[in-house]
């Protein structure tokens, strides 16, 4: 039987159905219906201090969790604001729902107080987005935009309100049907071509399995150490992947690409069969494209068929979820195993001792100094304290990249980060989000000097809710990425990336009402450390690293994966004549 509500009642109650326990938000005049509704209601509403940390605790939640990710803003400056964190969201294939106020209908079009074409701004920046036009519409916008943020590749979702459909009544009948006939999801691949990628698989001699974050995204973690292990090849997963086949697994190798171990790159460059799953074949990865695994043959398993062929051509295509196709897979290589596995034994030996020959001639170890604190030493010692079950959410930059060479993950969904977009001020509001999805677990965030104060106030959200997470700041008084670049293809003319008076971290700390602490010696850094993590509550660790580190190995841009540099390039001398 339906029954007589408001629209914002109505939102409400589809937000419940849909199994929303959170929201991250900031009001406005057009949502006050919204936030009036929510008074007395179940759902948790989170104030961030800002929308676009809102946008970026959302992805926190839904990276954390798997679930869709909730959050709102009002028109106009707010939903303008949670525009970086939809496109973050979108280059990430993270669910959530954003929820942003709009003018009343009558008054859209006329420049009114707070009005922006939300609609159409965010129409590149989402996956779909909706303009309601009418209380009675709200049921089904909501059940399908919670249903395309989530299925199929899964990416952001808007929801624009206007003030007259969260204020009018109507009768509510709940919708559980969805009807979107140009919307199609291919989940379960081809059976002749994933029966064809096994005989290629048993067939091939330099096997390397590339995982990217379609792994996490579809919870194929299993069936991933289940395939690298039946077919017995060397493994490689992205930035978006790390923990979707442990650390320390035998198979494991690390992450490739422009900050990836050497034998990663060279492992990809000379396998003779990539078996690429869920991911993009994205720049940062590839290098010079026409350079990249210039000996193998493709097979490419991805549930967007526009990623196929994208960037790279794909000998054997299969689109479909990453999970069900490896489970397929997996079967038609058991069945062919008996008669395939022996066949080129001798020559995967050979392959697996390049690898670890590749391995031990560079291998990835932090720097560690007795007068200094080195970056890398920083990230060792969280990892430490971490043990490979903390959730990590960190910034963008410098520290990014060695925690991703450094940090240990023993399961997925414990690496937070922003990869494709990679916007600054994402670790904070992140880890706000992680916190609240899994209060059950450790939380760090790793932060830069620069993108923390890009994210400073959210330190208020974090006290004002009792979260205890772990700020830890890797603080090298530069944008220390850009700082690198200038260094070593720009002659060193330092432009622009100098971070000077950054806060004392007890005062800061101490303003917001949560511990801090300086660190400025490598033999206080552990105790510094360990004293933050026996903190039951926030606690802030300011740690003033050595400032001229660069992350190695490097690929220069337009480089191949193959021409990494592992040093400062040393001056070339002019001779003596």
């Keep these: 039987m339906s029954k007589l509500m408001t629209g914002s009642e109505i939102l409400l109650e589809c937000l419940v159905r849909e199994g929303v326990d959170c929201i991250f ?9 919204l936030y009036d509704a929510m008074y007395e209601h179940p759902i948790r509403h989170v104030l961030v201090r800002h929308e676009e940390n809102a946008a970026f605790a959302a992805s926190g939640y839904a990276m954390a969790t798997g679930r869709t990710g909730v959050c709102c803003a009002t028109s106009g400056p707010g939903a303008t604001n949670l525009t970086t964190g939809l496109v973050n969201a979108m280059m990430d294939s993270v669910p959530i729902v954003a929820l942003t106020g709009q003018v009343h209908t009558k008054l859209i079009g006329s420049d009114a107080f707070q009005e922006a074409d939300t609609f159409g701004i965010t129409r590149a920046a989402t996956k779909h987005n909706f303009l309601v036009k009418s209380t009675a519409e709200l049921p089904r916008v909501i059940h399908e935009a919670f249903y395309l943020a989530s299925t199929g590749r899964p990416g952001p979702v808007l929801v624009d309100l206007p003030k007259d459909v969260l204020q009018e009544g109507c009768h509510y009948t709940p919708v559980t049907e969805i009807h979107l006939p140009g919307y199609k999801v291919y989940s379960e691949g081809h059976t002749g071509q994933i029966r064809r990628a096994a005989q290629m698989i048993w067939e091939a001699e330099r096997p390397m399995v590339y995982a990217g974050g379609g792994i996490v995204t579809s919870g194929a973690s299993e069936e991933l150490r289940r395939f690298v292990e039946l077919i017995e090849a060397p493994a490689v997963t992205t930035l978006m992947a790390l923990g979707a086949l442990p650390s320390g697994h035998p198979n494991f190798i690390s992450m490739p690409g422009m900050h990836g171990s050497y034998a990663a790159n060279m492992g990809m460059t000379h396998t003779d069969l990539l078996i690429a799953v869920g991911t993009r074949f994205d720049d940062r990865v590839t290098g010079r494209l026409s350079a990249f695994a210039p000996h193998a043959k493709v097979i490419h398993i991805d549930i967007d068929p526009a990623e196929i062929g994208k960037n790279r051509a794909a000998d054997l295509p299969i689109v479909g979820d990453a999970r069900r196709v490896l489970k ?69 930059g410098q520290h990014q990249m060695w925690c991703a060479q450094f940090m240990r993950f023993s399961h997925p969904r414990l690496w937070i980060n922003s990869g494709g977009l990679g916007s600054m001020g994402f670790g904070l509001p992140a880890a706000v989000g992680a916190q609240f999805a899994r209060p059950d677990k450790l939380v760090f965030a790793v932060v830069g000097d620069g993108g923390f104060q890009m994210s400073i106030p959210e330190l208020s959200t974090i006290t004002s809710n009792g979260l205890p997470i772990k700020i830890v700041v890797v603080n090298n008084g530069y944008l220390g990425m850009v700082r690198q670049w200038q260094t070593l293809f720009y002659n060193n003319r330092l432009c622009a990336v100098t971070l000077d008076n950054f806060p004392r971290a007890e005062h800061l700390g101490a303003a917001y009402g949560l511990p801090g602490r300086t660190v400025e010696s ?27 580190e660069n992350v190695y190995p490097m690929v220069p841009a337009g480089g191949a994966i193959s021409e990494m540099i592992f040093e400062e390039p040393k001056p070339v001398e002019e001779p003596v004549e």
């Design 522 to 548: 490598p033999g206080d850094l552990r105790p510094a450390l360990e004293e933050a993590v026996k903190e039951p509550g926030p606690y802030l660790l300011d740690v003033k690293v050595s400032p001229y």
């Design 25 to 33: 938000g900031y009001p406005g005049g057009v949502l006050l219906p």
């Design 328 to 396: 397929k897979l997996i079967k038609v290589l058991e069945e062919l195993a008996p008669y395939h596995r022996e066949r080129n034994a001798p020559a995967r030996a050979a392959w697996w001792d390049e690898i670890r020959r590749w391995q031990a001639e560079h291998p990835l170890e932090p720097a560690v100094s007795d007068t200094e604190i080195k970056p890398q030493h920083v990230i060792a010692e969280v990892d430490r304290l971490s043990n490979g079950e903390a959730i990590v959410c960190a910034d963008v």
